[in-house]
């Protein structure tokens, strides 16, 4: 699992986020988010900034 960190474009302000998505290795994460936001907010991948993303373990996301 890995928590992924950034900002994306939502009219004229950037709007945070965190998802926390499964993934095999750290670049299907970030595909994973792009896929994810584009699809809910209709974001396009380029007003898209991810910031951080790091691996964490099942327990941590169950204690978030």
């Known amino acids: 699992m890995y928590r ?3 900002f994306f474009k939502i009219g004229n302000e ?3 986020f965190t ?5 095999h290795n ?7 988010t ?9 974001v396009k991948r380029n007003l ?3 910031e951080e ?3 964490i373990s099942e327990s941590e996301f169950k204690a978030s």
């Open 48 to 50: 898209i900034k991810i």
């Open 26 to 32: 750290e670049k299907f994460a970030v595909e994973k």
């Open 53 to 55: 993303v790091e691996e």
């Open 34 to 42: 792009y896929s994810i936001l584009g699809s809910n907010h209709k």
């Open 14 to 16: 950037w709007k945070k």
């Open 19 to 23: 998802k926390v998505v499964s993934a």
């Open 4 to 6: 992924v960190k950034g």
